[in-house]
């Protein structure tokens, strides 16, 4: 049977059938309330700590493991690009991007009612998985402010090592604006849980949800909205922009594998503010979100570390920390909705099947995504939100999904729930590839995506930015 939305209300069921991580409306206390309620102080200081958790992960977080990858002459300028592009996209939320992803609009779009923050106030509050409970809403801003950060940053390693500094910045604010918002918005968007009191009241407000929540796809942190988003985007920029100069005749290896390996550690600890702290409440679920996080990840270190260990002849930190994010991204999902036992295969299964992404697809295609955006975050982030539909099986130590008008658990129908899972990737696919490739192609055209052969000879660093990393 599929999933009841008419019937959503609150509790770990409800987040094991449809609600997901940011598709909160926001919930703003009125005169009219008989008994507003009131944040709880421990879930407002885990979500905080949450938020400091995510910006680490990017700065420094990414901006390591990105900057170790690359040559030498290159390693500022992927420093700069993750840095700028993150506080560019900051201010870029709070003017607009906020409202239009968790406002109510219409199936694609939010609106304009929180525009520059209007209205919003620190007394404001923010709906959570359960009845009743609330956050301040400016918590519930910041949280969701970095994750709308580190997505385009993500794009940067498809790219890196070839692309002018400015056409970067242009790309990412049209991308941002035509395709991170309204797959924000498509997938996360809803009324929150105090609206479904009864199957009318849920029908209505499932009515005006996100397109993709209405098709019935779960996404708890991210798998859509942030890997397969920024993944496919990556594609499509590294093949308009074309190969590296040498690519495939010289030898490009990372320049510094321990950037690499604090990198890596620094988005593992980071991730817990990611995934833990899309729950939005400091609650046991929080903690089986947290074990399934740490346990995906370990599992995807070594199911990389030893298929790469056997096909090549040694283990290597590099393969190692790769591993580590492709089973952080696979879970991103999925956290939310599977068991521990599930998590770990899921781990294992993304440690081998984003390693052979990044090398044996990439080696048939011809693609230079110089640091593997595509290979990893958008086959991980496909893996995991497809299997969270298989792995999300009661029977198999997932959530299940909840009839709340019958008070019951409801029979699990795994294909279609799959079927839902892949409403959501294609959606994603296509809607972000389409406004990749327009936002390439016009900053192409205007200003120019790719630098000079003699700036990329003589490295970015110095041409670009008038900085060496190392004397």
Known sequence: MRIDLASLTSSRWARGAMVTLGALAPLVASAADAVAPVPNKGDTAWMM??????????????????GGMVRGKNVLS????VFVTFSLLAILWAIYGYSIAFTQGNDFFGGFDRLFLHGMTSDSTAATFTKGVVIPEYVYFVFQLTFAAITPCLIVGAFAERVKFSAMLVFMVLWFTFSYLPVAHMVWFWQGPDAYTSADAGAAATATAGFIFQKGALDFAGGTVVHINAGIAGLIGCLLVGKRTGYGKVAMPPHNLPYVMIGASLLW???????????????????EVFANTLLATAAATLSWM????????????????????????AITPACGYVGPMGSIVLGLLAGVICLLSVSKLKSALGYDDSLDVFGVHCIGGILGAILT????DPALGGAGSYDYVADKVADFDMA??????????GVTIVWSGVVALVAYKLVDWTIGLRVSEDVEREGLDTTLHGERAYD
């Not at 600890?269 to 903690?287: C, I, M, P």
């Not at 539909?389 to 999300?392: E, H, S, T």
Request: glycine share 14%; net charge negative.
């Open 49 to 66: 700590t949450s938020t400091v958790l995510v910006i680490l992960m990017t700065i420094p977080g990414l901006a390591l493991f990105y």
């Open 416 to 425: 279609a729930q799959v079927i839902s899972q892949c409403w959501g990737v």
């Open 269 to 287: 600890v980071g991730w817990f503010g990611f995934n833990v702290g899309s729950n939005l409440e400091a609650t046991g679920f929080a903690a």
């Open 306 to 329: 030893f298929m790469e260990w056997i096909s090549k002849g040694t283990p290597t930190m590099l393969g190692a920390a790769s591993g580590a994010v492709a089973g952080l991204v």
């Open 389 to 392: 539909g298989v792995f999300n």
């Open 78 to 81: 992927v420093l700069m690009q």
